[in-house]
């Protein structure tokens, strides 16, 4: 092996990293160590001039690994491996200290945040003299794509792609394209008819030749990696099998059941509606409670469900406009009702929402304030009075404890994530938050991306929002996918596993550790094979072998050893 | 001056790692004890890199991974979860207390959980003293 | 004319705190032994000649070609002759288990000196030993002082002690094997690598062994030997048995397996790997065929001494060495 020539490089973050740790003296320190040939601190190591002081680096002073400590690897790695590569040397001959999400933003006594960066910086220096270079590996992309989940999101992803002359398998669970978006009356804020707009796009995905659509069918199983998926579609007992490239999961939301919140009484008091009960009945033109009276009074209740630590702590971002759609609807059906609007925030930050806002509160709406561990108790009216039920408030702006009297009252149910969330999040490979909401790649830079190659998250299924933002996402999501279809290939993990033949006994203890059955059986050489396309380098198998024969790429045991090494080999 | 004790973990890519990346972006401080080592998945932690670690002289060692049932790669947390079993078992038998390996699921959302595993498992570790393993494994009498 | 003798070469054994097993592995060339003797003079052998200390004592530094030390270090004296053996040799030999790895003896690190004196001198049943008397290093007697080897706390391996060039494993090394070795030496071939471990194979059992293997390496319950009826044909992993022989170079022939009896891993860990009982411990417990935590403690918990198990004859040799005390 030709002699470690080493480059550290320790950001400052601006003041992200330099406020809590001594960059400089990290990096005079980190100089001193066996191999390290340069050791810089710099602003801003992501910055385009904080790599070209990697590139330069490496042509002037011959290095042959780079350290950088900054943030978290999931922020940067990919940036500073480019920046490796533009030098010319191997982007694996590369590893990063997370001083900053490990350190400078969670500790805060300097010296220690300082002396637990020279020690994390120690071990990622003792783990890079040990990185092999690894080669680029590319595998072709099937230009068709599985589409789950046929609501306007996946529709908008469908079209989009299909529209590029590209196959496309759309997979719905219930009888009917349109989801929640097929339920609604008008859409807020411009109050056009929501028919107009899905029933068209509706009727081209029926009507395209590149999708095929399955009603009524899941998706039981899908295996194999980024271009190269092979899905198996259930339909009404039948399985089929496709082979596609990419993935779009589209799979909406579930509304949140208020029957859990008791002072509202839904379920036991039978005029108290949900948003979509009332949806219901706008869309038949027949708003009436349940004995068939008009309502006099008409009560909305906002963040039902949501922006409370007892169900969710999320906003649904989509209730308090169709509060307002609803309460602009009831005032043309009921002109003479009173109509009150019980919010705790006025939510209208999307394009004609404000607008949206001041209209309705020049329609005669009563707009009351609750705060938002104050709720309102909606209860049977007594005896004698003019109304079905009393609501029980505190009106926040004027302070005082009041009754609002109403005939129906309408719940403005939050939206949270479907209930076969966590199903779908196994089969395609993606991880969800702590509200079963699927995560992004990264929630700023690449919303519709995931960790796993290939599959993009859209809609609801990530996070509630309208039908903009959803269709938006879609069409996101169809970009990505039509470019990796144009590039023909995608480069794909490398950090695999292999075998090393001349160690392997063939005791096949590894071949039921993958979850990818990507290990096989050669018989005749007595040695587990590993399909590296198979493979997606979680190391269990490496973990597994008695023998020391299954190497995990870019986390091999002398990797991790000499790291640990590194990390204790400093004072707390 | 107290003991400080340090405390090697060991987390998978995917939650926990991403845990700990959200107690950073949200700011949550914890005690600065701990000394992170990032594999992909749970699964690949394996008994020789906690044996390393407290022969190194860690005063702990700390696995995390994402919880039953939400592996990145499936299943390899329960691989993960029984390897611990086996390895309390005979790190107990050459003398070292159990509360020194510790086991937790961590995922990615759960920043906050994080930063009071580190500070409760600190507190448990400094409570235990300092680890003689390494002492122990490099003086021969 | 007279075909041109080449030189002997000069061979010592000896043996530190082992069973005898070693020396009789040695004695069982049988035949083979004319051609050692042939090749080699015996310099030095305790079991065997009769020749002291001091006479190793006497000889120049290097005067021995190869010196095949087997037996752990225990006591003083077992340190004495290693240093002193390695200062007079060429090549030092690991030999067998004990050397290599710290084998059975080794298994006293599980325990002290004091422990263990408590219970050899107090506590035994034959034991009559009401003062309490320990054997002491140097004992004043009328004729003069008396003394014995300072028994350590610790049982140690040979490289623990001194530096060690070759390691051949075994409890006790299968003769073939030495002999394939020594002939080796005597023939002067290019010799492996220093630290390398000879007379042994990179590849683990499994790869001789003849039972039947397939992947279904799921364990839901654990079998001592005799808990089981082996059916004498399939892999013990499969049945239940803990088999240290993945994690065992082979080239011992698989005698134990050959015999119904699972490898225990005398023969030591396969190349490269850093502690021989980790990786096995690893892989049985990847076995577990469980997800429920307390099914995986249950099943866990018939693993009665997984330290015993999986480091039976490697605990001085395996990174945590011994019991903290």
Known sequence: ?572 | MSFEPTIVSFLCNWCSYTGADLAGTSRIKYASNVRIIRVMCSGRIEPTFVIKAFTEGADGVLICGCHPGDCHYHEGNYKCLRRYHLLQKYIQQLGIEKDRLRLEWISASEGKQFAELIDDMTETVRGLGPSKVKEVMTTYT | MAKEEKPKIKLAVYWGAACGGCCVSVLDVHEKLFDVVAAADLVFWPIALDIKYKDVEAMPDGHIDVTLFNGAVRNSENEHLAKLLRQKTKVLVAYGSCAHMGGIPGLANFTTKDELFKRIYDETESTVNPDKIRPQPEHEVPEGKLKLPEFYNDVRTLDQVVDVDYYLPGCPPQTERLVEVFMAIVSGAELPPKGSVVGALDKAQCDECKRKKSDNKLIKKFYRPWEIQDDGETCFLEQGVICMGPATRGGCGVRCIEGNAPCRGCYGPPPDVPDPGAKMMSAIATMIDADDEEEIAKIVAQIDDPAGTFYRFSLPGSMLRRKLT
């Open chain 1, 1 to 572: 092996m030709e002699e470690a020539r080493i480059g550290i490089y320790v950001c400052w973050c601006g003041s992200n990293i330099a406020k809590m740790v001594d960059v400089e003296a990290v990096a005079e320190e980190m100089g001193k160590l066996p191999n390290v040939v340069v050791a810089k601190n710099y602003k801003y190591m992501c910055s385009d001039p904080g790599q070209d002081l990697i590139v330069s680096d490496i042509k002037e002073h011959k290095l042959n690994r780079v350290v950088v400590a900054a943030c978290s690897p999931r922020m940067h790695e990919m940036t500073f491996r480019k920046a490796l590569e533009n030098a010319g040397i191997n982007p694996y001959l590369f590893e990063m200290a997370n001083i900053r999400e490990h350190v400078s933003w969670v500790h805060t006594d300097r010296d220690k945040a300082t002396k637990k960066s020279k020690s994390l910086i120690t071990a990622a220096i003792n783990r890079v003299l040990y990185h092999d270079p690894l080669d680029k590996r590319s595998v072709d992309i099937d230009p068709a794509t599985l589409v789950l989940g046929g609501g306007i999101a996946g529709l908008a992803a469908a079209l989009e792609i299909a529209g590029s002359g590209k196959q496309v398998y759309l997979i719905e669970r219930s009888g009917a394209l349109g989801g929640y978006a097929a339920e609604i009356d008008l859409l807020a804020p411009y109050m056009n008819s929501a028919a107009q707009v899905l029933d068209p796009l509706i009727e081209q995905v029926q009507n395209h030749k590149n999708i095929e659509i399955f009603l009524e069918s899941k998706v039981t199983d899908i295996s194999g990696y980024v271009g190269n998926f092979d899905a198996k579609i259930e339909k009404k007992g039948k399985e089929v099998e496709k082979k596609i490239g990419n993935i779009v999961v589209a799979t909406g939301l579930k509304n949140f059941d208020p029957a859990v919140i008791d002072r509202y009484g839904y379920g036991k008091l039978p005029n108290v509606v949900t948003a979509m009960e009332f949806e219901k009945m706008l869309k038949i033109g027949k708003v009436e409670t349940k004995t068939g009276k008009l309502p006099k009074n008409v009560a909305i209740i906002h963040c039902v469900g949501s922006r409370n630590p007892d169900y969710h702590e999320y906003c649904s971002r989509i209730c308090c406009m169709n509060a307002l759609k609803f309460a602009n609807q009831a005032r043309s059906i009921l002109p003479e009702a009173n109509i009150f609007d019980l919010y705790t925030d006025m939510r209208a930050f999307a394009k004609g929402c404000e607008e949206l806002y001041t209209q309705t509160s020049r329609k005669d709406v009563l707009f009351l304030k609750f705060e938002k561990g104050d709720l309102p108790t909606v209860k049977k009216a007594a005896a004698g009075d003019d109304c079905d039920m009393v609501i029980d408030m505190h009106e926040a702006l004027s302070g005082e404890d009041i009754e609002v009297p109403a005939d129906m009252v309408i719940l403005m149910t939050g939206t949270e994530a479907h209930d076969d969330a966590k199903d779908v999040a196994h089969l395609v490979g993606v991880s969800m938050c702590g509200n079963d909401f699927f995560i992004e790649k990264h929630p700023k830079l690449d919303p519709v991306a995931t960790t796993t190659d290939g599959v993009y998250i859209v809609g609801n299924c990530v996070s509630p929002k309208d039908i903009p933002d959803s269709v938006s996402q879609a069409k996101a999501a169809a970009a990505r996918i039509l470019a990796s279809i144009s590039q023909g290939s995608v480069e794909v993990e490398v950090t695999t596993a292999e075998v090393n033949e001349d160690i392997c006994c063939g005791c096949q203890t590894c071949i039921k550790v993958c979850p990818y059955t990507a290990i096989g059986y050669d018989e005749e050489k007595n040695v587990s094979i590993v399909n590296e396309a198979l493979c997606k380098g979680c190391g269990t198998c490496g973990s597994a072998c008695p023998t020391g024969a299954i190497r995990s790429k870019h986390f091999t045991d002398v990797q991790i050893l000499s790291q640990i090494e590194g990390l204790m080999s400093l004072e707390v």
